[in-house]
């Protein structure tokens, strides 16, 4: 088990590393695919889309969602 201490040193570092680099590598190397399209593909076209379900389910909870908080405040 990684430290704590190590794993706040590193975190930024290993966020980009398997968010960006490890989506972007796999697919140019095991799939044949061009570094351009691995690029969009695994990390932007994923951003939008995962941006675009959280703003659904925002605006769901907005529309069809019940008030739970009165009005007046103490």
Same mark, same amino acid.
């Given at each position: 088990? +990684?430290?704590?201490? &190590?794993?706040? #040193? %590193?975190?930024?570092?290993?966020? %980009? =590393?398997?968010?960006?680099?490890?989506?972007?590598? =796999?697919? $140019? &190397?095991? $799939?044949?695919?061009?570094? $351009?399209?691995? *690029? %969009? +593909?695994? @990390?932007?076209? #994923? *951003?939008? !889309? +995962?941006?675009? @379900?959280?703003? &659904? !389910?925002?605006?769901?909870?907005?529309? $069809?969602?019940?008030?739970?908080? =009165?009005? +007046? *405040?103490?």
């Amino acid at each position: 088990m +990684i430290s704590v201490s &190590l794993r706040c #040193r %590193f975190y930024k570092p290993l966020v %980009f =590393t398997m968010c960006v680099v490890m989506p972007t590598v =796999t697919p $140019w &190397l095991f $799939w044949g695919e061009t570094m $351009w399209n691995s *690029y %969009f +593909i695994s @990390c932007i076209l #994923r *951003y939008v !889309v +995962i941006l675009n @379900c959280t703003w &659904l !389910v925002n605006s769901a909870a907005h529309m $069809w969602g019940k008030e739970t908080k =009165t009005l +007046i *405040y103490n």
